[in-house]
């Protein structure tokens, strides 16, 4: 049994953040986090996160402030990352390959990944991707080494990225499709306290996929993969929602979300509309510190 299965099993109350995908609308999610690190807040240890989600919780555990929020709004708005046209050519809309190699060789971008390793040996980060072959959510513990590849398997948007991300003897793509809000994950680990950031305001129901696959359906009218992938989506979604809602009588579950719908999209944003949902994230978060430590502070009187 491997050190990190002992540890989940020795250290059964965890406190876990989760973090809802979204696009460039992980810039709100950004904003968040950011003023959590502004406070030096960090009282969770366990986080997980699907796509931009993932992302934001990456440089959340590194402590590097402002590095989502930069990575989103300069990498993800130059030309050439998001190109619509490139479909008929049967290339990929979004050049997440151009993106991982900025993020892995540019000074500017690179994370200090020196002291990752015993870090999620103490607070366990999972990013969740979507199996191809079953596709049934998988749910990744990178490494210093994975961390990139992982995040890249949990970001590769079906239909838009058309390469494969192959990790093990499987190809994986974005974990929004299979588990949206990982909710129920961070239960099963032994999180009784939950914080969820979501993308979307209050508990409106779809994170975009819902919205895509039925498009990409109506497209291949007969594809049973697409439609399974509709269906288990739906599935993961509503039960997400009714945890959030309704959770176990052991668990309590905070929800951040936009008070109003965000100005960005998933891709081909504004510089300005990107900038207004970090200021409203940023807001949001400054706000919502004082009322995580008191949710915290109860629960743990408990």
Not at 181 to 208: D, E, F, H, N, Q
Request: charged letters at 20%.
């Amino acid at each position: 049994m491997s050190s990190r299965k002992i540890q989940q099993q020795n250290n059964k109350e965890r406190i876990a953040i989760v973090a809802e995908g979204g696009g460039q609308r992980g810039i709100f999610t950004a904003g968040v986090l950011d003023a959590f690190q502004q406070h030096q807040f960090q009282p969770f240890n366990l986080a997980i996160g699907v796509s931009s989600g993932a992302q934001n919780l990456l440089s959340y555990w590194l402590g590097e402030q402002g590095y989502a929020r930069r990575a989103i709004q300069e990498l993800t708005t130059r030309p050439g990352f998001f190109v619509p046209y490139r479909w008929l050519m049967a290339r990929s809309v979004v050049d997440l390959d151009n993106y991982f190699a900025q993020v892995e060789s540019h000074p500017e971008f690179r994370l200090p990944l020196e002291q990752f390793d015993p870090m999620v040996q103490r607070k366990p980060l999972v990013f969740v991707a979507t199996s191809k072959r079953s596709g049934q959510p998988v749910y990744l513990e990178p490494t210093a080494e994975t961390v990139m590849e992982h995040l890249k398997a949990s970001s590769a948007v079906p239909f838009l990225y058309q390469k494969s991300v192959v990790i093990g003897d499987d190809e994986l793509f974005d974990g929004g499709v299979a588990d949206p809000v990982p909710v129920k994950r961070a239960y099963a680990m032994g999180a009784r306290r939950i914080v969820v950031i979501r993308t979307l305001p209050g508990r409106k129901i779809g994170s975009g996929w819902r919205e895509r696959l039925q498009l990409a359906l109506r497209k291949q009218k007969l594809n049973p993969q697409l439609a399974q992938l509709l269906e288990n989506h739906e599935h993961s979604f509503d039960s997400a929602t009714d945890f959030i809602c309704d959770p176990p009588s052991d668990a309590t579950v905070l929800e951040i979300s936009p008070p109003e719908p965000l100005h960005s999209q998933t891709f081909g944003s504004s510089s300005e509309e990107l900038i207004h949902d970090y200021e409203l994230g940023l807001a949001v978060g400054q706000k919502t510190i004082a009322k995580v430590k008191h949710w915290i502070d109860i629960q743990s009187a408990q």
